[in-house]
């Protein structure tokens, strides 16, 4: 009798820290003995599942490490290391896990929605812009006999193989366009196809070398970083357990027409000032100012808002470079004080969608907690 009353109250006396410490240390123990007693293999085939989430590792480390070592004699259980392949699908769904797959903790789930939203802005600004490229080209081209001699003499006069490559340097940004559709369709295989072959010029761009300016060579590098990134926001974003995602509030196609307009008014508005990639930065601040109007009473979601600001990252460099460009050319005066305001938007709104999305994630709330609001196949309203 007296054993266990002397027990109640030494707990209900003891300082809470020193009993938090003595269950550390009693779990700390119990994990050492616990892993004193693991084959060598069993071992590596948890500190590869280390690449997981923790919530996923605690729902389903010990079935995986009990299917990987089903079936091997104990003989080799100290010789084995894990298979490349393993390793490699473990890292596979690493990604998964983390970019909004099916159960994914909400943090993860807005990490998912992000990276999608990226990839489709990223494929529409950059569809939009060689379709709408093109055809203000063979628009001026039919203008006038001069300019379409200019135009063939590009694909002409040079030799097949420079005719060819030409050709092709055209033609395969245009498959940005497809790789839109693929995605509006959520034909993902298709679609992820599509970008690498769009994305071969600004690879080739790079591969054949910059030019010895910095700003020209940093024109170069970011215009490759956008399209390698938006590559890359495919294929992880849109993995086989992601929910299909589309644009908040307007229809794929009307949203590919209503872009091609407006980089082609900004293009034709200032012909004499506009470069390539001008009227796509002034089309970015357009679109994400309208968002921020469109949704200033109602701004749950972070998603959209991170996917916009890294958007904006990219159009930062773009314009940085060229303005620098611009300067170290000596342009005209209204062209760099053009560049020079567009310059200034999109440092304020890619600004302002950083501290807006930081300020929601953190409302939302741990990334441990709650669970995907669109997980489970449903299409998600990134709104």
Same mark, same amino acid.
């Given at each position: 009798?007296? $054993?266990?009353?002397?027990?109640?109250?030494?707990?209900?006396?003891?300082?809470?820290?020193?009993?938090?410490?003595?269950?550390?240390?009693?779990?700390?123990?119990?994990?050492?003995? #616990?892993?004193?007693?693991?084959?060598?293999?069993?071992?590596?085939?948890?500190?590869?599942?280390?690449?997981?989430?923790?919530?996923? $590792?605690?729902?389903?480390?010990?079935?995986?490490?009990?299917?990987?070592?089903? %079936?091997?004699?104990?003989?080799?259980?100290?010789?084995?290391?894990?298979?490349?392949?393993?390793?490699?699908?473990?890292?596979?769904?690493?990604?998964?896990? $983390?970019?909004?797959?099916? %159960?994914?903790?909400?943090?993860?789930?807005?990490?998912?929605?992000?990276? @999608?939203?990226?990839?489709?802005?990223?494929? +529409?600004?950059?569809?939009?812009? #060689?379709?709408?490229? @093109?055809?203000?080209?063979?628009?001026?081209?039919?203008?006038?006999?001069?300019?379409?001699?200019?135009?063939?003499?590009?694909?002409?006069?040079?030799?097949?193989?420079?005719?060819?490559?030409?050709?092709?340097?055209?033609?395969?940004?245009? +498959?940005?366009?497809?790789?839109?559709?693929? !995605?509006?369709?959520?034909? @993902?295989?298709?679609?992820?196809? !599509?970008?690498?072959?769009?994305?071969?010029?600004?690879?080739?761009?790079?591969?054949?070398?910059?030019?010895?300016?910095?700003?020209?060579?940093?024109?170069?590098?970011?215009?490759?970083?956008?399209?390698?990134?938006?590559?890359?926001?495919?294929?992880? %974003?849109?993995?086989?357990?992601?929910?299909? =995602?589309?644009?908040?509030?307007?229809?794929?196609?009307?949203?590919?027409? =209503?872009?091609?307009?407006?980089?082609?008014?900004?293009?034709?508005?200032?012909?004499?000032? =506009?470069?390539?990639q001008w009227a796509t930065g002034a089309v970015y601040v357009l679109g994400a100012? #309208?968002?921020?109007?469109?949704?200033?009473?109602?701004?749950?979601?972070?998603?959209?808002?991170?996917?916009?600001? #890294?958007?904006?990252?990219?159009?930062?460099?773009?314009?940085?470079?060229?303005?620098?460009?611009?300067?170290?050319?000596?342009?005209?005066?209204?062209?760099?004080?053009?560049?020079?305001?567009?310059?200034?938007?999109?440092?304020?709104?890619?600004?302002?969608?950083?501290?807006?999305?930081?300020?929601?994630? @953190?409302?939302?709330?741990?990334?441990?907690? %709650?669970?995907?609001?669109?997980?489970?196949?449903?299409?998600?309203?990134?709104?």
């Open positions: 009798m007296t $054993r266990p009353r002397t027990s109640r109250n030494t707990s209900s006396t003891a300082d809470p820290n020193a009993a938090g410490d003595e269950t550390t240390t009693a779990a700390t123990t119990a994990g050492s003995a #616990a892993t004193a007693t693991m084959t060598l293999l069993e071992r590596r085939y948890r500190r590869v599942l280390r690449l997981l989430p923790s919530s996923y $590792r605690e729902a389903r480390e010990e079935e995986m490490v009990e299917t990987y070592l089903y %079936g091997f004699d104990d003989a080799d259980l100290d010789e084995l290391r894990p298979a490349a392949g393993e390793v490699a699908s473990v890292a596979a769904l690493a990604v998964r896990t $983390r970019l909004g797959a099916a %159960g994914s903790p909400a943090g993860y789930a807005a990490l998912g929605r992000a990276v @999608r939203m990226f990839a489709v802005c990223g494929v +529409l600004l950059l569809a939009a812009q #060689a379709l709408t490229e @093109r055809v203000l080209t063979l628009v001026w081209a039919q203008s006038s006999a001069t300019g379409q001699a200019l135009f063939v003499t590009g694909f002409t006069g040079h030799g097949w193989v420079s005719g060819t490559r030409e050709v092709a340097l055209w033609t395969l940004p245009l +498959l940005w366009t497809a790789a839109y559709g693929a !995605l509006a369709r959520d034909q @993902r295989r298709a679609a992820r196809r !599509l970008v690498v072959l769009a994305s071969l010029p600004d690879t080739l761009a790079l591969v054949s070398g910059t030019d010895d300016a910095a700003d020209l060579a940093l024109l170069t590098v970011s215009g490759a970083v956008f399209a390698w990134l938006t590559v890359a926001g495919v294929y992880a %974003g849109f993995h086989s357990d992601a929910p299909p =995602a589309r644009l908040p509030g307007i229809p794929s196609g009307l949203a590919l027409m =209503a872009t091609c307009v407006a980089i082609g008014a900004a293009t034709v508005a200032w012909p004499t000032g =506009a470069d390539p100012s #309208a968002y921020l109007v469109a949704t200033r009473r109602e701004r749950g979601d972070p998603a959209p808002l991170l996917a916009l600001a #890294a958007v904006g990252v990219l159009m930062l460099c773009l314009r940085a470079a060229m303005l620098s460009l611009l300067l170290r050319l000596a342009a005209p005066g209204a062209m760099t004080l053009g560049n020079v305001i567009l310059l200034a938007a999109v440092v304020a709104t890619t600004v302002t969608l950083t501290v807006l999305g930081v300020r929601s994630l @953190r409302s939302a709330g741990p990334a441990g907690h %709650g669970r995907s609001p669109g997980h489970g196949g449903t299409s998600e309203g990134l709104t």
